[in-house]
């Protein structure tokens, strides 16, 4: 299987041998709103966590999301979710993600999480 982390706001799934993909987060529609959970912006990175939920980065949003294995819509994981436009201070709180557009999930279940800027580790539970 193949995921995708496509640029018109969802994520699909690839089968080998397919000549469709499946929908498994978002709707293909544009979301601004950073507490919008139905809706992505420009996906650029996902990857599976250990439950087969996706775990999700959102640049323009600043923010990572989680969506269950067949979810209609996913929750915050990391980060305030938080944009705005007249502040220079976007990402720089260690609560905050500052355009993160890469997401693994490490062997032991911490999120590693590539940003503008740097590079982050995230410990379940932990804030």
């Known amino acids: ?17 397919a000549t469709q993909g499946e929908t498994v ?13 139905k809706k992505l912006w420009e996906p650029t990175g996902v ?24 979810a209609t819509q996913g929750e915050l994981l990391l980060g305030t979710g938080r944009r705005d436009y007249f502040s220079s201070n976007i990402g720089k709180k260690i609560s905050q ?17 590539l940003e503008r800027e740097r590079v982050s580790r995230w410990v379940p539970g932990e804030t």
């Open 97 to 113: 993600l500052d355009t993160p557009y890469r997401v693994e999930v490490a062997a032991n279940g911490d999120y590693v999480v």
């Open 1 to 17: 299987r193949l995921i995708i982390a496509e640029r018109d706001h969802r994520v699909t799934r690839w089968v080998v041998g």
């Open 25 to 37: 987060a978002g709707n293909g529609k544009k979301t601004t709103r950073y507490r919008d959970f």
């Open 47 to 70: 990857s599976i966590d250990h439950d087969g939920s996706y775990v999700i980065a959102e640049p323009n949003l600043h923010r990572i999301s989680k969506w269950a294995a067949g």
